[in-house]
């Protein structure tokens, strides 16, 4: 799907669909679906709202043919909702929607549409061709390398429309933008849905390393071990795939701040020798997906040229129940020197990313902030629609949650309660890697905060909102990308 913006009038121009929108309870439209009203000779007012009922429900649709009346074949109407509840994410949701629904008709080679948002909506030019553009990808999205019959029906031009010099120019610049955000949520989708008999450690680096105009660095097991990063390589232990600890750096000429971001990336997690139910299993190729987020950003972070040096780290791996595989009551020594027992080989995320996080705070960035796939406690709290945010900056945390929401994903603050750090404690080392089931998102949290020093620090779990076995907004079922847009936004701002 190509998508442009051009100046022209939608009474003038051919497409096999033209999309236009209400707000709900609209009886007579105004503005760009107004001009279409008229030109169709009232059809829209007298047939489609009066007759029909169509009243505008937020991303419902009626499609209606033009009799020659306009070169456009077609006419698809979208429903905004109330106007009150309107906003630019659900322009995006919306936007999605559309594509959506053009993909499931026949012959929709040419699709164009109005700036929607910038009429009636009152919102700027520039945010709503940004918002339609990532809508319109994400929604477009597929993940069909595997099928031997792949989607025919493509969207080739999707054009939007405004009579408006000023409105076209601002919509191109918000266009590029939602471009680059959606290639990156839809790389890291794609990373997320391939098998895990693909998407190996050793994958994940090659995929860094296919970054040219990056620094990357990969370390591999020997080197691993000089670093001394006991609780990661404790992990990697029981599969046959060797780790990988992939480092890629960003830096333009005269960075603002220095940031690190770190991905859990378990590239399959059986749960080890604490082996996992078969239901719990079936979706543990996605243990990556926070890896694969990270890979996202920094895939187009060249496009975005934000002013800031950025350390991109995953501590990549399988967790496996292979005969070398680490044990319950094993201790291991971390980066820092900190002892762990071995309580649970399925809390194995929060080992690998231990080493991760002293990697990070040696590297004398101020802020580190770490997403992962970590707690099935979280998806309890917190279900498939939002992600839990904990750390040890408030201000850091405030600027994520605005950050996430603003880019259409939400995240939900979990405390950190020092009462529960009594459940890590062990007998014999300085900590287990499990506390009690209560509270577990925290605990887990809790148990990171041990290797994190003289840093700003958040932790995003994206455990329940990572892979989606249902529609959610914008998203389709499978990988969502959760966390790349929350990233990118903290980024650039
Ligand atoms: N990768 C899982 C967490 C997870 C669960 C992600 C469900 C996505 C969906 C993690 O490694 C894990 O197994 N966590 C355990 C920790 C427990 C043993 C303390 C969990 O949450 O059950
Ligand atoms: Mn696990
Ligand atoms: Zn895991």
């Given at each position: 799907?190509?998508?442009?913006?051009?100046?022209?009038?939608?009474?003038?121009?051919?497409?096999?669909?033209?999309?236009?929108?209400?707000?709900?309870?609209?009886?007579?439209?105004?503005?760009?679906?107004?001009?279409?009203?008229?030109?169709?000779?009232?059809?829209?007012?007298?047939?489609?709202?009066?007759?029909?009922g169509?009243?505008?429900?937020?991303?419902?649709?009626?499609?209606?043919?033009?009799?020659?009346k306009?070169?456009?074949?077609?006419?698809?109407?979208?429903?905004?909702?109330?106007?009150?509840d309107?906003?630019?994410?659900?322009?995006?949701?919306?936007?999605?929607?559309?594509?959506?629904?053009?993909?499931?008709?026949?012959?929709?080679?040419?699709?164009?549409?109005?700036?929607?948002?910038?009429?009636?909506?009152?919102?700027?030019?520039?945010?709503?061709?940004?918002?339609?553009?990532?809508?319109?990808?994400?929604?477009?999205?597929?993940?069909?390398?595997?099928?031997?019959?792949?989607?025919?029906?493509?969207?080739?031009?999707?054009?939007i429309?405004?009579?408006?010099?000023?409105?076209?120019?601002?919509?191109?610049?918000g266009?590029?933008?939602?471009?680059?955000?959606?290639?990156?949520?839809?790389?890291?989708?794609?990373?997320?849905?391939?098998?895990?008999?693909w998407?190996?450690?050793?994958?994940?680096?090659?995929i860094?390393?296919?970054?040219?105009?990056?620094?990357?660095?990969?370390?591999?097991?020997d080197?691993?071990?000089?670093?001394?990063?006991?609780?990661?390589?404790?992990?990697?232990?029981?599969?046959?795939?060797?780790?990988?600890?992939?480092?890629?750096?960003?830096?333009?000429?005269?960075?603002?701040?220095?940031?690190?971001?770190?991905?859990?990336?378990?590239?399959?997690?059986?749960?080890?020798?604490?082996?996992?139910?078969p239901?719990?299993?079936?979706?543990?190729?996605?243990?990556?997906?926070?890896?694969?987020?990270?890979?996202?950003?920094?895939?187009?972070?060249?496009?975005?040229?934000?002013?800031?040096?950025?350390?991109?780290?995953?501590?990549?791996c399988?967790?496996?129940?292979?005969?070398?595989?680490?044990?319950?009551?094993?201790?291991?020594?971390?980066?820092?020197g900190?002892?762990?027992?071995?309580d649970?080989?399925?809390?194995e995320?929060?080992?690998?990313?231990?080493?991760?996080?002293?990697?990070a705070?040696?590297?004398?960035?101020?802020t580190?902030?770490?997403?992962?796939?970590?707690?099935?406690?979280c998806?309890?709290?917190?279900?498939?629609?939002?992600?839990?945010?904990?750390g040890?900056?408030?201000?850091?945390?405030?600027?994520?949650?605005?950050?996430?929401?603003?880019?259409?994903?939400?995240?939900?603050?979990?405390?950190?309660?020092?009462?529960?750090?009594?459940?890590?404690?062990?007998?014999?080392?300085?900590m287990?890697?499990?506390?009690?089931?209560?509270?577990g998102?925290?605990?887990?949290?809790?148990?990171?905060?041990?290797?994190?020093?003289?840093?700003?620090?958040?932790?995003?779990?994206?455990?329940g909102?990572?892979?989606?076995?249902?529609?959610?907004?914008?998203?389709?079922?499978?990988?969502?990308?959760?966390?790349?847009?929350?990233?990118?936004?903290?980024?650039?701002?």
């Amino acid at each position: 799907m190509n998508l442009t913006v051009s100046k022209g009038l939608l009474e003038e121009v051919s497409a096999n669909i033209l999309v236009v929108n209400l707000f709900e309870g609209v009886k007579v439209p105004a503005g760009a679906t107004g001009a279409i009203d008229i030109a169709l000779d009232g059809l829209i007012s007298d047939f489609v709202i009066a007759k029909e009922g169509f009243t505008g429900k937020f991303g419902s649709t009626y499609v209606l043919p033009t009799y020659g009346k306009i070169p456009a074949e077609k006419v698809m109407i979208v429903g905004l909702g109330k106007s009150k509840d309107f906003s630019l994410n659900k322009l995006r949701e919306v936007s999605a929607k559309v594509v959506k629904k053009c993909l499931k008709m026949q012959n929709c080679k040419k699709v164009v549409s109005i700036l929607h948002g910038a009429g009636v909506g009152g919102f700027d030019a520039q945010n709503c061709g940004q918002m339609i553009a990532e809508g319109s990808y994400i929604g477009e999205y597929s993940f069909d390398k595997y099928k031997s019959e792949k989607k025919t029906k493509k969207i080739e031009d999707f054009v939007i429309l405004d009579m408006v010099e000023e409105n076209c120019k601002k919509a191109k610049a918000g266009v590029k933008k939602g471009k680059i955000i959606a290639s990156a949520v839809n790389f890291t989708r794609s990373l997320a849905n391939e098998p895990a008999q693909w998407a190996t450690p050793s994958k994940l680096a090659e995929i860094a390393q296919s970054f040219k105009e990056l620094d990357v660095k990969v370390y591999d097991k020997d080197e691993i071990e000089k670093m001394g990063m006991g609780a990661f390589l404790a992990v990697a232990k029981g599969s046959s795939q060797p780790p990988k600890f992939i480092h890629i750096k960003y830096k333009s000429a005269n960075p603002k701040r220095k940031l690190a971001i770190i991905g859990k990336g378990i590239t399959f997690d059986s749960g080890g020798l604490d082996i996992k139910p078969p239901s719990s299993m079936l979706t543990m190729k996605d243990d990556m997906s926070a890896a694969a987020a990270v890979l996202g950003v920094m895939s187009i972070i060249k496009e975005l040229k934000p002013d800031i040096e950025i350390h991109a780290l995953i501590a990549a791996c399988e967790n496996m129940p292979g005969a070398s595989a680490y044990k319950p009551g094993d201790i291991l020594v971390a980066k820092n020197g900190k002892t762990i027992e071995v309580d649970n080989t399925d809390a194995e995320g929060r080992l690998t990313l231990a080493d991760a996080l002293c990697y990070a705070c040696d590297l004398g960035v101020d802020t580190v902030i770490d997403v992962a796939t970590l707690t099935g406690a979280c998806v309890v709290a917190l279900g498939n629609v939002a992600s839990g945010i904990m750390g040890n900056n408030q201000s850091l945390i405030d600027k994520l949650i605005k950050c996430a929401n603003q880019g259409g994903e939400k995240l939900w603050q979990l405390p950190m309660f020092e009462e529960y750090k009594e459940s890590l404690k062990s007998d014999i080392a300085d900590m287990r890697n499990t506390g009690s089931r209560m509270g577990g998102t925290q605990t887990a949290a809790l148990f990171l905060q041990n290797f994190v020093k003289k840093v700003h620090w958040a932790h995003i779990d994206i455990a329940g909102t990572a892979y989606i076995d249902k529609p959610v907004n914008e998203l389709a079922k499978g990988a969502t990308g959760a966390g790349v847009r929350t990233l990118i936004n903290y980024i650039l701002s």
